[in-house]
């Protein structure tokens, strides 16, 4: 999931930053994972990233399977995800050689954007996949984030026109 789920501050204007973390919570038995992480670069940039694993996994243990940043282009993908076509993406793989199997929560990559425009976008997971040390897949659910500093919408103003009727005869 992402964390925090939902950033809605109209104080992060152009070219402030803030930061999120993609976590696997709760998680028993993990071997490997991969996802694609996305978001609007018409609003927001990625500024930067670092990328998690768990204790014990570090290499020669463990082996970054992918870690690929860039715009994303479905037919370069397989066709993979065309509602994302131009969107900023990261794809993350990561795996257990030999060491021992995860179980907990883990903060998986802890991202910093910066904010390039007011307006919102969604911070979606696609293609997650959780494996465990049988190299069987493990269900899991995904909930991805959103981001918006556009101001709040000015109240509805309700009055009668015209104003004032004179109309003696009434």
Known sequence: YVNPPSIIDQTLTPPKNFTIDVVL???TDLFGFQY???WDVSIINLAGY???Y????APPKGMLVEDEVGIWDSEAHGGDYPEKDGWGYHSYAYTCMTGTPFTGN???CTYK??????GSSTLDIYGSKLMNSKAKAIPHSVEGGYF???PPPL?????VDPPRIVDLTL
């Open 50 to 52: 670092q990328y998690h």
């Open 155 to 159: 109240p509805a103003l309700i009055f």
């Open 25 to 27: 919570f709760n998680v």
């Open 106 to 108: 883990i903060s998986l």
């Open 54 to 57: 768990p204790a014990g996994w």
């Open 113 to 118: 954007f910066q904010v390039m425009a007011i």
């Open 36 to 38: 694609k992480f996305f």
């Open 148 to 150: 918006d500093n556009r």
